[in-house]
Structure formats: C-alpha cells, structure tokens
C-alpha cells in the first residue's frame, strides 16, 4: 500500500462546475496535509493546508480532511480552464516530525473543458 | 527575494559526467529539502538540510549524490557519474524554522536529461 495514494485521472469537468479530488493515506498519525497545483513543466505551487478536521476555504477552494477515514480532498468550485493541471497530495507522516519532510501521492490530472 | 532560486533551469549531459545544482532558498528560510520528480510521479523526498546540517538522506540517494549546505545559506546537490535513470526534475524546497507550519515552498526545479 502506498503511503499517499490519488486517483490519476485525468478528472475532466465542464467549466463552472465543481472538481472534487480526493486523497486517502495510510498513516493514521499523520496530522499536516497539503495540496499543491502543477501545470504543465512546472514545479509544485502550494494551494492549501490543512491540520484540522473538516473544511478550510480559500477562496474558490475547499479542502476537507476527514482524520477517522484517513481521506482528504479538495473541492474546486466554479472551475476555469485556468485550474487545468496536476494537483498533488502530500503528507508530513506522524514519524517524520522532526524533518517535516512530505510524501506525495502522484497526482491527479484535472481538464476543465471550456 | 520573494521566492526559492535554482540554478540551471535546464541541464543537459552525457552519461559518466558530474552535474552541479545550486538552490538558494527564501532568505528567513532555515529548512531546505531537496525532492526527485520523474514523469507522472509526485516528488520523492532526497535529502533535508536544519541550517547546515544535513539531518536525513532518503535511500534514493545512492553514494553518486552529494548534497551540502554551508553556511546554511545556500545549497548545491552534486551527481557523479551520470546515468540515464538520473535524468529528472529536481526540486528544492524551503520552509520556516519551529511551531507547527510544515509548509513548504518549492523553487522552479532544474531539469536534468542525462544522455
């Protein structure tokens, strides 16, 4: 079982609508969760942290962290074709606190079609 | 400074040759990483560096690599003897020092393509 698993799509929503990824992970200590945006050639852009139970907003995003179900996700609401890359999942595992160092899962491809 | 730096964006080099990556992270930044990304993969975790102590090296990071930070400022990876499955997107990233926040900023990467 992977530590960080995403479903890699690609995810392909009509613009407008909303794009839900979702992310499950395996160490039921981890407490710090991240979602980072990647397009094309780039490098990782951080969109979102979360360390509490429920939802956080920002803006057009949401993300959710369900801790008992070790799942994550993040809503995009009213998605443009501006939101089309890679969005990646990472965790600090419960036993990497004293480096804070991230695994990721591999990332899901989302297309918002115009 | 608003950002994390690296240096070069683009590297291209034989098999056999040693390669050198420079990243200069967010100036109140005291932890810097350094993370691998291959095709359709998300980054893997290298090598983490607390001021100038390298404090963990993943198993990734066979004995051809060599990462240093002195000074604590900032931090060069060195790969020797190049072989084609070395050929990625290499990442630095930078965080705050201490609390509770884990975020971490990445710079632009170098990308390496060994021939």
């Known amino acids: 079982q992977k530590e960080v698993e995403q479903n890699s799509g690609p995810l392909s929503v009509p613009e407008g609508a909303i794009a839900s990824l979702n992310c499950t992970y395996s160490?039921?200590?981890?407490?710090?969760f991240f979602w980072y945006r990647q397009y094309s050639g780039k490098s990782p852009e951080l969109i979102m942290s979360?360390?509490?139970?429920g939802d956080k907003e920002d803006g057009r995003f949401t993300a959710q962290l369900n801790k008992a179900s070790q799942y994550v996700s993040l809503l995009i609401r009213d998605s443009q074709p501006s939101d089309s890359a890679t969005y990646l999942c990472?965790?600090?595992?419960?036993?990497?606190?004293?480096?804070?160092?991230?695994?990721f899962g591999q990332g899901t491809t989302l297309q918002v079609k115009p | 400074d608003t950002g994390v730096s690296q240096n070069p964006r683009h590297k291209i080099t034989k098999r056999g040759q040693n390669v050198t990556f420079r990243c200069d992270p967010i100036?109140?930044?005291?932890?810097l990483y350094w993370y691998r990304q291959t095709l359709g993969q998300g980054p893997e975790f290298l090598t983490y560096?607390?001021?100038?102590?390298?404090?963990?090296k993943s198993r990734l990071l066979s004995d051809r690599f060599s990462a240093e930070r002195p000074k604590g400022s900032f931090s060069t990876l060195e790969i020797q003897r190049t072989e084609q499955g070395d050929s990625a997107m290499y990442l630095c990233?930078?965080?705050?020092?201490?609390?509770?926040?884990?975020?971490?900023?990445f710079g632009p990467g170098t990308r390496l393509t060994v021939t």
């Open positions: 990233a930078s965080r705050i020092a201490g609390g509770t926040i884990y975020e971490q900023y």
């Open positions: 160490d039921r200590g981890s407490q710090s």
């Open positions: 979360i360390y509490s139970n």
């Open positions: 990472a965790v600090k595992l419960h036993g990497s606190s004293n480096t804070g160092k991230l695994i």
């Open positions: 100036s109140e930044h005291n932890r």
């Open positions: 560096f607390q001021n100038e102590a390298q404090l963990e």
